[in-house]
T-cell receptor, first 113, second 111 residues
Framework: AQSVTQLDSQVPVFEEAPVELRCNYS??????LFWYVQYPNQGLQLLLK??????LVKGINGFEAEFNKSQTSFHLRKPSVHISDTAEYFC???????????FGSGTRLSIRP | NAGVTQTPKFQVLKTGQSMTLQCAQD?????MYWYRQDPGMGLRLIYY???????DKGEVPNGYNVSRLNKREFSLRLESAAPSQTSVYFC??????????FGQGTRLTVV
């Protein structure tokens, strides 16, 4: 079975400060990794994904994430946040060979001016 | 470009009533999913369908049934609604394990 742990339920940061949202996963098989963003009263949209290759992946809106296999982590980073980044962020895994996607509990990012 | 369409957007049920949430995708994806979202618990997988004609239980299947009617449509049925099923329900589709595309959600309240 797979599980995803997002250690921080809420992360407050000041505008233009850097941010890191943490994600750790557990799986007995290899997985694909994703970060999704959910703006208020909307569905989820993909920020970025790791399927294979370079462990540093870049996504939309200036976000990037690094896959660390030894630590089973996939932390999301942005060097300088903007008010418009206020949203809830979800880490997700999908095991190879199985058509299911498991999500973490989410991290609410709040940006202070 | 409709993507994933869910109906209805809002619903209020009385305890014990039944209803079906509808979902359709126009991206020719093989895999479809139903999730529920509750505060502080993220998205939990209820059921998924890897291809037309197959369905599998996810993390929280109790109290729900699903039907993969054809490649486009995947419905979720609550046979006897309970207050614990008050939630926001999301349908999604993907091509195998790749990126999932989500509908706008159905906000269900059971009183």
């Amino acid at each position: 079975a797979q599980s995803v742990t997002q250690l921080d339920s809420q992360v407050p940061v000041f505008e233009e400060a850097p941010v890191e949202l943490r994600c750790n996963y557990s799986s007995s098989v290899s997985v694909y990794l994703f970060w999704y963003v959910q703006y208020p009263n909307q569905g989820l949209q993909l920020l970025l994904k790791y399927l294979s290759g370079s462990t540093l992946v870049k996504g939309i809106n200036g976000f990037e994430a690094e896959f660390n296999k030894s630590q089973t982590s996939f932390h999301l980073r942005k060097p300088s946040v903007h008010i418009s980044d206020t949203a809830e962020y979800f880490c997700a895994v999908s095991p190879w060979g199985a058509s299911k996607i498991i999500f973490g509990s989410g991290t609410r990012l709040s940006i202070r001016p | 470009n409709a993507g994933v369409t869910q109906t209805p957007k809002f619903q209020v049920l009385k305890t014990g009533q039944s209803m079906t949430l509808q979902c359709a995708q126009d991206m020719n994806h093989n895999s479809m999913y139903w999730y529920r979202q509750d505060p502080g618990m993220g998205l939990r997988l209820i059921y998924y369908s890897a291809s037309e004609g197959t369905t599998d239980k996810g993390e929280v299947p109790n109290g729900y049934n699903v039907s993969r009617l054809n490649k486009r449509e995947f419905s979720l049925r609550l046979e006897s609604a309970a207050p614990s099923q008050t939630s926001v329900y999301f349908c999604a589709s993907s091509e195998a394990e790749r990126e999932a595309f989500f509908g706008q959600g159905t906000r269900l309240t059971v009183v």
